[in-house]
């Protein structure tokens, strides 16, 4: 049983900075991606920026690159989003996603992956 658990939400001011991580526990076995994906009240979730844990290979979503950066910790189970320049627009529900044989993604209106954890609120005043 494999738990994702989300910490570092909370509030800030626009401009300011927060960092989420996201550890692994529970029967872990090598993912091949993690991610960060976010809901707005009345908007569907969205991906945010996703790792590929053996290449390291990084993408982000139009909306947050050069603001925020995505990194890991192999030997923690642990990925972070380093969150910058934070916008009122970057209010959300902040999912972290691992999957162990692709990368999470959304599709159609949904987004899918092996594991969510249980959601992080970032607010930006």
């Known amino acids: 049983h494999v738990q994702l658990v989300e910490s570092g939400g909370g509030s800030a001011q626009a401009g300011g900075s927060l960092k989420l991580s996201c550890t692994a526990s529970?029967?872990?076995?090598?993912?091949?991606?993690m991610g960060w994906f976010r809901q707005a009240p009345g908007k569907e979730r969205e991906g945010v920026a996703r790792?590929?844990?053996?290449?390291?290979?990084?993408y982000y979503a139009d909306s947050v690159k050069g603001r925020f950066t995505i990194s890991q910790d192999n030997a923690k189970n642990t990925v972070y989003l380093q969150m910058n320049s934070l916008k009122p627009e970057d209010t959300a529900m902040y999912y972290c996603?691992?999957?162990?044989?692709?990368?999470?993604?959304?599709?159609?209106?949904?987004?899918?992956?092996?594991?969510w954890g249980q959601g992080t609120q970032v607010t930006v005043s």
């Open positions: 529970g029967h872990t076995r090598n993912f091949y991606c």
């Open positions: 790792i590929a844990t053996g290449s390291g290979n990084t």
């Open positions: 996603a691992a999957d162990q044989g692709k990368c999470p993604y959304c599709s159609g209106g949904s987004c899918y992956s092996g594991y």
